[in-house]
C-alpha cells in the first residue's frame, strides 16, 4: 500500500456480517477506529496519551465507498495515513484491501476538545510533531 | 405476559442480524438493556435520575435461552420485572416473545456502586419503594 | 424539517455510547439504515418487498458530519429522503436533529443487485414509482 | 489458565465501551464468539468447515458473569474449552482474564441444525473427533 505509514489487520467477526451473508457496513467504521488506534499507539504514544492530557478527540466525519463486500473471517489490512494536522483539527484516510484486493477506501476528521470543557482545544505539539515525523518518513524516497 | 411488570418492544434492525439471516445472539442483550432501560423510566424517574445521585449500576451477570430466532424487521415484545433487590444488588428477569410465541428468556443481575469510587452502595431507598410498587402492582390479583 | 419526505425517531441507546459519554459516532450509521428501512416501510412497501423479489441493496457508500454530540437516552429525529434514483442505483440524504437543533447530516449511497449472482441489476420499477411518488408528495407547495 | 486447551485474545475497542466509560457486557459476548471461532480454526478445521458441510451452528444460551471491569485498549486473554458434545449439542466454557486477574466467566451452549431446513442435525463425527481429541490432549498431566 503505497503511501501509507501504517497498516493494520482485523478479521471479520460473526457478529459483524449480516442478512446479506456480508460484513455490515456499519463494521467498517469501527474498523478504521482500531486501525487508527493502532497507529496512534504505534507513532504517538497512544489515544490514552492524548485522552491522559485532558484532551478529547472527538469524531467530526466519516467518509466510506465501498468497493467489494468482505465476508465472515476474512482477513482486511487497512492502511492508515494522517492527511492533515492543524490547529485543533486532524484527519485520517484509509484504503481497506483483502489480500491485495481493494475492497474500500475513505477518511475520518477529527477535533480536539478539551475533555472537561468540550470547547476546542490545539492538537498538543508532542503529537503533531510525532505524526509529522512518522508520516514524513513514509513519503522518503 | 402474566407476571411482568412492564413490556416493551423493540423491531429487529438489519445491523442486528448476522450470516445465518437471524438476528445475532448478542443483539439481545443490548434489547435486555433497552427494556430494563424503559421500565425504570417507567416505575423509577428513569436511569438517568440513578447516575444523577452519583450512583453506576454495573451489570454483574447475564443469562440467555434462546428458544426461536428472530428475523429482520420482526417485532419482539420483552417482558421485564425486578425479581429481587436487595442491599447494593438487583435483578431482572425477561420473556422476549414474538406475537405471543417465546423467542427467548433470561436474566441479567445488577450491582449499584459509588460512580466516583466504584465501592459498592446501597441501591437508593426511592429506588426500591418505586420498583417495590411497581411489582406490587402486577401482582394484584 | 423541510424538505424531507419522512422523519424517523431513535433513543439512543446505553449500548450506543462509549467512553466519552457520548453516542459513538458509528451507531450513527446504523441509525441511518433503521430509518430508510422505516421510509421503505412507509412508501415503497418494505425492504422485505425488494428482497423477496430476489434483489438486495447493497451499501456502496455512506457519508456522516457530526455537530453535536448525542447522548444517551437523547431522542433523536432523522429526515430521509431519496435523493437520487436511476438504474441500479440511489442515494438517501439524511438529517439528524433534537428538539429541533441539527446534530448531524450525511448521506448514504445504494447498489442494487441480484440476490443469486450479485450482479447489479435495475432498481424495479414499481420502487422507483413509489419513491417519486412520495418525494414529489413533500414537493408540493 | 489450567483446564484450558485454547487461549485466545482481544483488545478492546473504543466503540466497545460505554458511557460508564467501561467495556458494554454485550461485548463479551462478542469476544466469546470470537474466541470460540479461533478455537474451531486451531483445532477443528474452522467454523466455516461446519457450515461448508450445510451445517449451521446455533447459539442456544449465553450465560456471563463480571468479576471486574474492563476499560479501552485492555488486552484481555479469554480460555475456551468444550465442556460438552453429544448430539447435535455442544457447550463451550470460557475464563476472561487480564494480566492473570479474572475479569469474567461464563459458557454458551450450541445445536448444530441443518442449513436448509434449520432441523436439529448431529455434530458432524470428524468434529467430534477433532474437538475430543484436542481437549484430551490439554487435560494429560
Known sequence: MEGYAFMHQVR??????DAQRIAHHASFVVWLEEARV??????????QAIRDGGIEA?????HLEYERAAAFDDVLTIGVRCS???GARFRFEYL???????????WTAHATVD???HRPTRVPE???EDVVRAEASTRTP
Open 38 to 47: 493502532a497507529y496512534l499507539a504505534a507513532f504517538a504514544g497512544g489515544y
Open 115 to 117: 475533555a472537561a470543557t
Open 126 to 128: 508532542w503529537f503533531v
Open 12 to 17: 471479520v467477526r460473526f457478529a459483524e456480517t
Open 84 to 86: 492533515e494536522l492543524r
Open 58 to 62: 472527538l469524531t467530526t466525519g466519516v
Open 96 to 106: 481497506v484491501e483483502r489480500e491485495g484486493v481493494r475492497v474500500a477506501h475513505g
